[in-house]
Structures are given as structure tokens and as C-alpha cells.
């Protein structure tokens, strides 16, 4: 040790301290607290880029709940039910799985009416983007895959739940460490919002966007919401308007559709572009 920092060398396990590594080399400097905003800077700009580099301009986001079903599960749980509790929740199951076949409708409709494979100048528009995890998410990913379209994931590192799904294009399955940059990409090259039923995420995105066009800190975009018996359901809309919370106005930024092509319908008649394949 001595003989190395007689000869101009710091300590270390090749005579060189870590402090003589490059910035972009060093892990343990990145992810220092004083770093974050660097951080955040190059989520935003892996997404920029790789979204970029494919030529996507404008993406159909689709939200719901991870828990929703596909019927490949429901099968399984079906064929292993066993007790009285086992089959209910099944007959459950069952139902909530119709969310699923619509949304996997849904992303092949919009995939294939919207854009998604008709580049124009390079640009593709309309690209079906999720938040790449199962249920809902995988659904729409799988609807493009089926015509095999391009399509999003934007991922998010979380302790449960939240895993890529095998369909979104391998290419653009991105992962974010932080949800104001995952949701900042989400929203920026939104065209439309196909909602599907869901849990805190889904009424989180739903209320952002929402709060977004109604201050008009966004442009306003179409929004469907799936479900109209879950949505009235869960929201009382017109409670909102009773108490002077929001405006009748403001209940018009969305309509409700049940079925994908009414969903798509609805976006279309409120200004979503279709484009046939090129």
C-alpha cells in the first residue's frame, strides 16, 4: 500500500480508487440521493428515444386493473375448483373475464384501424400503449399482438403485481423507476383513453388525465370508460355535479362503451383518426 501511493496511485484492488472510475461507470455515485435528478432525467430520455428510434408520434393508452383475469385463467382455476367457495369464486372470475376479451378486442381494433401499421413519413400513430403488466394491461398488449402490430409497455418496478407481459412488442417493453415519469410518458403522445375497470392505479390515471383537461393543462383528448354499470357503480359523477364539485361540463370529457366496438366508435366520433393498412 505504501508502495503504491509512493508511486502516484490511490488505494485500491487494481491501485485505483473508485473515485478514478468514470461517472457514467459508477453505480454507487449514480444512485446517490444528490443523483436523483440525473435519474429522472434518463428515464425520460430512454423512452424519448427508443419510442423515437420505432417512430411511434402518438399512442391509444389503455388502463385497467392487473387482476382481471384472461380465460386461460379462469379455465385453470376452473378445472382445479374443488370446494362451493373454490366454484364462486370462479363463477366470479368468469364475469370479470369479459373486461379481458374486450380490451384484447379493443387493441386489435384500434391496432389495426388506427395506425399502428401504417407509418406515415416514418410516423406511426395510434400505437395501443399499457402499463405493460397482466390483466387489463396484457390484454389490450395481446389484442396487437394477435394482428401482430407493434404496441407499448410501460412497466413500473413494484413488490407485487406488476411483471411484463409476454405481448407487448419486446422492443418497446420499457421499465420505469419512478410514476411521475412512467406517467408523463403515458400521457404525452396520448391520442385517447380506453378505461377498463380497475383499482387505485386505474382511478389514479383516470383522475390525473381528468384533472389534466379540465384545468387545460393538456389538450383534450377522447376518453371512453368500459364498464358503464362498474364506472356508475363506483363513481357517482352526478353527486360531483350536485355539490358544485365539478362542472355538467366536465362530465362530458368521456363517454362509457361496453363493448370494443363501441368503444372505438366513441373515439372516432370524438376526433381519433383512423387510417387504413399501408
Known amino acids: 500500500m505504501v508502495d503504491n501511493v509512493e508511486n502516484g496511485a490511490a488505494p485500491g484492488g487494481n491501485g485505483l ?3 478514478y472510475m468514470l461517472a457514467v461507470e459508477d453505480t454507487d455515485f449514480l444512485l ?3 443523483m436523483r435528478a440525473f435519474r429522472f432525467g434518463l428515464e425520460f430520455a430512454k423512452a424519448e428515444l427508443t419510442l423515437r428510434d420505432w417512430g411511434i408520434r402518438s399512442t391509444i393508452i389503455v388502463f385497467g386493473s392487473a387482476r382481471i ?3 386461460e385463467q379462469v379455465e385453470t382455476a376452473a378445472a382445479a375448483a374443488r370446494t362451493p367457495d373454490e366454484q364462486k369464486h ?3 372470475m368468469r364475469g370479470q373475464s369479459r373486461y379481458y376479451d374486450e380490451a384484447r378486442e379493443f387493441g386489435r381494433i384500434a391496432s389495426e384501424r388506427g395506425g399502428a401499421f401504417a407509418p406515415r413519413n416514418r410516423w406511426r400513430d395510434n400505437v ?3 402499463g405493460g403488466g397482466p390483466g387489463i394491461m396484457e390484454a389490450a398488449n395481446r389484442g396487437a399482438a394477435d394482428v401482430r402490430a407493434p404496441s407499448i409497455g410501460f412497466n413500473i418496478t413494484l413488490p407485487h403485481e406488476q411483471r411484463p407481459n409476454p405481448y407487448s412488442t419486446p422492443e418497446l417493453t420499457l421499465r420505469f423507476h419512478y410514476f411521475a415519469m412512467r406517467k408523463m410518458h403515458l400521457a404525452m403522445r396520448a391520442n ?5 375497470p380497475g383499482g387505485y392505479g ?3 390515471e383516470l383522475f390525473e388525465v381528468l384533472t389534466l383537461q379540465q384545468t387545460g393543462k393538456a389538450p383534450r383528448i377522447p376518453i371512453v370508460l368500459f364498464g358503464k354499470s362498474y364506472w356508475q357503480r363506483i363513481i357517482n359523477f352526478d353527486a360531483l355535479v350536485e355539490e358544485g364539485a365539478i362542472s355538467p361540463e366536465d362530465i362530458k370529457l368521456f363517454e362509457y362503451a361496453d363493448t370494443a366496438e363501441e368503444g372505438w366508435e366513441s373515439l372516432v366520433r370524438r ?3 383512423t387510417m387504413p393498412p399501408g
Open 32 to 34: 446517490r440521493d444528490e
Open 128 to 130: 395501443i400503449a399499457t
Open 202 to 204: 386505474t382511478l389514479d
Open 17 to 19: 480508487s473508485k473515485s
Open 69 to 71: 383475469p384472461s380465460p
Open 192 to 196: 385517447a383513453l380506453a378505461i377498463f
Open 271 to 273: 376526433g381519433v383518426t
Open 90 to 92: 370462479v363463477a366470479w
